[in-house]
Nanobody
Framework: VQLQASGGGLVQPGDSLRLSCTAS????????IGWVRQAPGKEREAVSC????????DYIDSVKGRFTITKDSAKNTVYLEINSLKPEDTAVYYC????????????????WGQGTQVTVSS
């Protein structure tokens, strides 16, 4: 079971990024799949998640309307589209999965990818 995240980078405020996470060893339609981030000096926080039934949960008020999670079942890949990036979005973004359900608590996710760094700076 592996989650491979990519797409991070150094960007300027207001830019956009699309993070990707491809799963191997299991099918994304069989799990809850989402993203957790950890900013420098801060605790990890759940960002967004897609339930097995397709329902989407967004956990951070400050990113609602700017972050969009989607899933391509044919590619077994989940995406996080990030628009209007702000310096406070700087973090390592982890792709996560759970066999049961989405959760606002990062420690409840069963599987973790290696993380991709997003740095927003002018």
């Amino acid at each position: 079971v592996q989650l491979q995240a990519s797409g991070g980078g150094l960007v300027q405020p207001g830019d956009s990024l699309r993070l990707s996470c491809t799963a191997s060893g299991f099918t994304l339609d069989d799990v809850a799949i989402g993203w957790v981030r950890q900013a420098p000096g801060k605790e990890r926080e759940a960002v967004s998640c897609i339930h097995r039934n397709g329902r989407i949960r967004d956990y951070i008020d400050s990113v609602k309307g700017r972050f969009t999670i989607t899933k391509d079942s044919a590619k077994n890949t989940v995406y996080l589209e990030i628009n209007s990036l702000k310096p406070e979005d700087t973090a390592v973004y982890y792709c996560v999965a759970d066999r049961r359900y989405c959760s606002a608590f990062d420690e409840e996710y069963d599987y973790w990818g290696q993380g991709t760094q997003v740095t927003v700076s002018s």
